[in-house]
Nanobody
């Protein structure tokens, strides 16, 4: 069973920082594509930052490049999202995603429960 559990969200002032964590079980964060998404109320989830499988290649949305950093710790099987210089437009629910190929099912997306990030003074 694949499980993803996010933590680290909260209320932060503009210009502040937060680090989100995504603890995974049933999947190796060093093997499969792992992506952080965020979702605004009434909108679809959008990718923020991600790893392309086992490669160290990362990808960032234009709106967060230079401010957010994705990383992973294989020993803890955890993916992180370090967020700096936060602004109110970063307020959203942040989700961790693992995209896994399963025989007979094709690619399957797994999601965590989400963690709320609120940037406000």
């Amino acid at each position: 069973q694949v499980q993803l559990v996010e933590s680290g969200g909260g209320l932060v002032q503009p210009g502040g920082s937060l680090r989100l964590s995504c603890a995974a079980s049933g999947v190796s964060v060093e093997t499969y594509p792992m992506t952080w998404y965020r979702q605004y109320p009434g909108k679809e989830r959008e990718p923020v930052a991600g790893f392309f499988g086992s490669a160290e290649t990362t990808s960032y949305a234009d709106s967060v490049r230079g401010r957010f950093t994705i990383s992973r710790d294989g020993a803890k099987n955890t993916v992180y999202l370090q967020m700096r210089a936060l602004n109110p437009e970063d307020t959203a629910v942040y989700y961790c995603n693992a995209r896994i190929f399963q025989v007979g099912r094709g690619y399957v997306n797994y999601w965590g429960q989400g963690t709320q990030v609120t940037v406000s003074s």
